[in-house]
């Protein structure tokens, strides 16, 4: 049974950061490009980072230079390191396999207030 577990959101002030785990099960991790997807209020779903089994990451132009996204092979967990958070980037984050079927999380919600 695939499981996805996002921790790490929360409230912080514009210009902090987080860091939000994602830790699978039920999957053979290494094999598999991971995601993250935040939703803000009355908003689709976008992609946020995504890094493939190799290690090659991309990540939607409002989020390059502040998030970073990595893995951990070791803990079946992929990784999300949110700088210079802003105001607009409050939404749940989701983390996201695809294997056959898409496969998301229950979300993490971040809130960027002062």
């Known amino acids: 049974q695939v499981q996805l577990v996002e921790s790490g959101g929360g409230l912080v002030q514009p210009g902090g950061s987080l860091r939000l785990s994602c830790a699978t099960s039920?999957?053979?991790?290494?094999?598999?490009?991971m995601a993250w997807y935040r939703q803000a209020p009355e908003k689709q779903r976008e992609l946020v980072a995504i890094i493939s089994s190799g290690g090659t990451t991309n990540y939607a132009s409002s989020v390059k230079g502040r998030f970073t996204i990595s893995r951990d092979s070791a803990k079946n967990t992929v990784y999300l390191q949110m700088n210079s958070l802003k105001p607009e980037d409050t939404a749940v984050y989701y983390c996201h396999l695809r294997r056959g079927q898409d496969y998301w999380g229950k979300g993490t919600l971040v809130t960027v207030s002062s």
């Open positions: 039920g999957i053979l991790f290494s094999i598999y490009n």
